[in-house]
């Protein structure tokens, strides 16, 4: 991921992580979701979501409760 973002959720599955992001963004933080899976192999990888450094630490209390 570029400079300046930070990867505040990770989950093995899709719906989880486009949850978190929709979490974010109605709270008015950009995120981005990162597919890492393996494409020949989908059990292997993981989902990432990322924000804005400056949004890291409220981006953390909101998916706090939001399990992997």
Request: zero cysteines; aromatic letters at 10%.
């Amino acid at each position: 991921m570029e400079e300046g973002w930070k990867e505040v959720y990770m989950t093995a599955h899709e719906y989880k992580a486009e949850m978190a992001r929709e979490i974010l963004e109605n709270s008015g933080i950009k995120a981005v979701v990162m597919n890492q899976q393996d494409t020949a192999y989908k059990v292997l990888g993981e989902y990432l979501v990322y924000v804005a450094d400056a949004d890291y630490t409220r981006s953390v209390e909101l998916l706090k409760n939001l399990k992997n």
